[in-house]
């Protein structure tokens, strides 16, 4: 990927905003698949976007539970 290239070169990866999208769906291997590249790259922090509008799933129990189990199994 030439974007996690260009950012491990400059010291500079970062996922400030990133979620699961109401068009795609509660998607845990997205979430799952997030987890595994952040855990083998140097990402210096990443936020999940919990906004709940603009087909933003909230990492709820009752807005995307299988992302939400996936996100507490893959960051704790």
Known sequence: MEVAAFAAAHHKL????WAT???EGDDAA??????AFIAHHDVAFQSW??????????LTR???PRSLQAYIKTFG
Do not use: C, H, K, R
Request: aromatic letters at 12%.
């Open 62 to 64: 009752s807005g995307a």
């Open 21 to 23: 999208v109401s068009s």
């Open 49 to 58: 976007f919990d906004a709940g509008d603009n087909g933003i799933l909230q």
């Open 14 to 17: 970062s996922f400030p905003e």
């Open 30 to 35: 997205y979430v799952t698949s997030m987890g």
